[in-house]
């Protein structure tokens, strides 16, 4: 089985562009997909994905991937976790920091999880990264809560690196690139 | 069709205990059923409690009701909202309280609904009390985010009253008022 082509299910321009980015590199072109995306409430990352990926290939029966992804706060018990996009538009950066404020223990991790279709076959693939809640928002790239993550090693929060330079560190690069590495396998064993 | 005897699919006791107490006014016996709730993700809290009542009809083939509730913060965009037991797990009544530091605007709604399962036939109920976000923390009755809220017309929170008493403005007894009354006029028309 030969994959060139993928769909992923989101209507978040960011994600399209920072995993086709990554799956360029393995020949495989990501196309949006913008199918209902059902969630599940689950504090499994996998799990939320993966119901949504089974359920918009039963529905398209095109080979597909869900992405769905998170920021575990150490302090808040990893809040807000799988419910991260929500979270970010109703209290955004902003509430983040309020909850932090005082807090002295700032560890965090961004996890994602890439759940593949296809036919007869289906697999989740995670990826992660961790680091630190920066004490004020900086930066204008990226999307959701990157303004206030700074990864282990690093003084930049991710919302001030490129595409590029954010991939190399990011949760979402690491799932699709195992992603990619299996659908590279795959070629080869078939 | 005569029900005298529903199912709540719940592990919550509290939610048991409040919503029996109404059902048992009008004759209906409420009894707890501890099967998988599917809960999606969405910000309607009837989609929530729709969607899982009809998959634990599926499962179970019993008449049942689930029931979804959540607090609604006019200041925080409607946050905690249908997510409000995980972000009480998470962040609890102290993080809403700071989220809530230097805000002026208190008005809060408690929203419940309550969808309901027959053979052939399903339903939503909704019920709704409005009030404020306390300054502080207090009482140690009822559960979840009860200690910060105090509906219109009060000046004790939910947690500083009786459950009978509690019942009187509560979001969720009004929308079990709702669902037995709707299933008294079931029995009078058949």
């Known amino acids: 089985m030969r994959i060139r082509e993928l769909y992923l299910v989101t209507s978040n ?3 399209l562009v920072e995993a ?3 799956l360029r590199e393995y020949g495989i072109e990501l196309k949006p997909l913008n199918v209902a995306k059902v969630e599940v409430q689950s504090e499994s ?3 939320v994905a993966l119901t949504a990926a089974r359920l918009a290939f039963l529905s398209v029966g095109k080979p597909l991937v869900v992405e769905d992804a998170g920021l575990f706060i150490e302090a ?3 809040f807000p976790g799988p419910y991260s996009s929500y979270v970010y538009k109703k209290i955004g950066v ?3 920091l309020k909850l932090m404020e005082g807090v002295e223990d700032r560890r965090a ?3 994602s999880a890439a759940a593949l279709a296809l036919p007869g076959m289906e697999r989740v693939f995670v990826g992660e990264v961790c680091g630190f809640i920066a004490r004020e928002s900086r930066g204008s790239g990226g999307f959701g809560f990157d303004p206030i993550f700074i990864p282990e090693g690093e003084s930049r929060t991710f919302a001030e690196m490129s595409v ?3 991939n ?3 949760h979402r690069a690491k799932a699709f690139r195992r992603l990619a590495e299996f659908l590279s396998n795959l070629r080869e064993a078939g």
């Open 76 to 78: 808040l018990g990893g």
């Open 164 to 166: 590029e330079e954010k």
């Open 45 to 47: 990352l996998e799990e």
């Open 168 to 170: 190399r560190y990011s």
């Open 109 to 111: 991790c961004f996890r």
């Open 13 to 15: 321009r960011h994600k």
């Open 94 to 96: 902003k509430g983040i």
């Open 20 to 22: 086709s980015n990554v």
